[in-house]
């Protein structure tokens, strides 16, 4: 296994393990003497993190990770209460109390209504809440003298208890997730907080509702800040507005790496062990559906495709270790060790093909990626937490956001269309890759250094807004 230079480190975060107080005070004192305009530490906020949907899918964990680490680095006298659909894991994941999602709670509860009535009211909730919401907020047409259900008005007056919200980065705003995604930032106008959104990537916008809302919340939020430019060019050629549009980067680049004080649980240790044994390569799949109708594929061709490339990395002399982004953990629908588990079938010597099992937080997933040489990822924050953690990644696209966040990066090469995955053209490119590692490691140290840099003045300058209008 070859040694690594960790990137330098931003300070403790909320994970696995508890933060050396010495080691952190000696970070902030750095921090704030290298960071311009750092938001006093003497201004207390309450800010609500919301949008989280759960941290089971472990890029959205690395995604709230980071940006609470900012937070605590650049103010620490920040309350910050962390929203999220699934509390129990999210909490057990993140190491720290997480309040669950009302809105989210609301939703199952009439999604799940029985007999005719329950029926008709789903429908018609379907096609009119959300108009209706945004009447409320804009006081405009009939529909504004409708009455709301009532888990909407006591998340309005939960709001009310905090300085300002924050809507946590991702790709939540996308048309075939539907129009409730709006719900948060419709009743954070209701109670007239300021919103900021951190570090999305939004769109398509083929849908003619979701582009009204799309409208009229992101011409009203504080602050809309994208981590990558597409989403912009979606926006503009969807004649979405892009008035409060500003320049960021993804949240989970400034997820700590804890080196000094990370203890390794015996699964990790396990896998850090094997990935010490033989040169590793580490992937990470999916489920592709609701995408696959939209890419014109079939999730049988894929896995095959990617068992073409695993056979191929075999192939090179190189051990495979399958890691998962998203797991089952919480009744998430998601969990792509089944798709890991059914490649087998497929894969030419299996005793050199490893599926992790194990339970793992983004930041264990970051140690075990660190250890490996390449990661081929479909999972955008596979690639992400990799690349943090000093291993250079191939992000499969099946969304604009891989290819934008790599062309910011600098490193547009490792976003592949998923076109080359199944024509097999990317067997070719991952062993072109493998034989290029020295070069596309100081590349990438560069770039990530970079990107984490603009992060912290991303978070900066929004907590510096705040606490002007405190």
Not at 28 to 39: I, P, S, W, Y
Not at 192 to 205: R, W, Y
Not at 363 to 370: R, T, W
Request: proline share 3%; glycine share 8%; charged share 20%.
């Amino acid at each position: 296994m070859r040694r690594k230079t960790p990137y330098p480190s931003y300070g403790s975060v909320l994970g696995t393990c508890r933060p050396d107080k010495t080691r952190q005070r000696r970070i902030r004192q750095k921090t704030a003497t290298n960071t311009t305009n750092t938001a006093s530490p003497g201004i207390k906020f309450k800010l609500l993190i919301l949008g989280n949907h759960t941290c089971g899918n472990r890029g959205d964990s690395a995604i709230l990770r980071g940006l609470l680490d900012a937070i605590n680095i650049l103010n620490p006298h920040t309350e910050v209460d962390v929203m999220s659909r699934y509390p129990v894991s999210s909490s057990w994941l993140l190491n720290r109390p997480v309040m669950g999602d009302p809105l989210f709670l609301q939703m199952t509860q009439h999604n799940s209504a029985a007999g005719v009535v329950g029926r008709v009211k789903k429908v018609l909730r379907r096609r009119y809440q959300h108009q209706v919401l945004l009447s409320r907020v804009t006081d405009t047409g009939k529909l504004r003298n409708i009455a709301i259900a009532q888990g909407f008005t006591d998340f309005v007056r939960l709001l009310l208890g905090y300085d300002a919200i924050i809507q946590v980065g991702g790709s939540f705003f996308v048309d075939l997730y539907g129009v409730p995604q709006f719900e948060h930032a419709l009743c954070t106008f209701m109670a007239k907080k300021p919103l900021f959104m951190i570090g999305h990537s939004v769109g398509p916008f083929q849908d003619e509702q979701f582009n009204q809302l799309a409208n009229y919340v992101f011409g009203h939020c504080d602050a809309l800040i994208l981590r990558e430019s597409v989403s912009l060019d979606l926006m503009k050629r969807s004649n979405i507005t892009t008035a409060k549009v500003e320049h960021g980067v993804d949240t989970a680049w400034l997820v700590d790496h804890h080196t000094e004080d990370f203890t390794a649980s015996y699964a990790v240790q396990h896998w850090l062990d094997v990935a010490a044994q033989q040169k590793t390569v580490a992937i990470t799949l999916r489920e592709l559906a609701p995408f696959d109708k939209r890419l014109g594929t079939t999730q049988q061709a894929y896995e095959k495709a990617f068992a073409g490339v695993v056979n191929r990395i075999l192939d090179e002399g190189y051990q495979v270790i399958a890691l998962s982004t998203c797991t089952g953990i919480d009744s998430y629908n998601k969990d792509d060790r089944m798709v890991a588990l059914n490649l087998r079938q497929h894969i030419s010597d299996p005793a050199r093909y490893h599926v992790v099992m194990d339970e793992l937080n983004d930041l264990e997933m970051g140690k075990i990626l660190g250890a490996c040489e390449l990661t081929v990822g479909t999972r955008l924050h596979s690639a992400i937490i990799s690349m943090n953690f000093a291993t250079p990644a191939i992000a499969i696209n099946y969304e604009h956001k891989s290819a934008g966040i790599m062309q910011q990066l600098g490193l547009p090469e490792m976003a592949i269309d998923i076109r080359h995955l199944l024509d097999g053209s990317l067997q070719a490119m991952v062993a072109d890759t493998l034989g290029q590692l020295p070069v596309l490691n100081a590349r990438l140290n560069e770039a990530v250094s970079r990107e984490r840099q603009t992060g912290m003045q991303m978070v900066q300058s929004v907590l510096e807004r705040i606490g002007e209008v405190k």
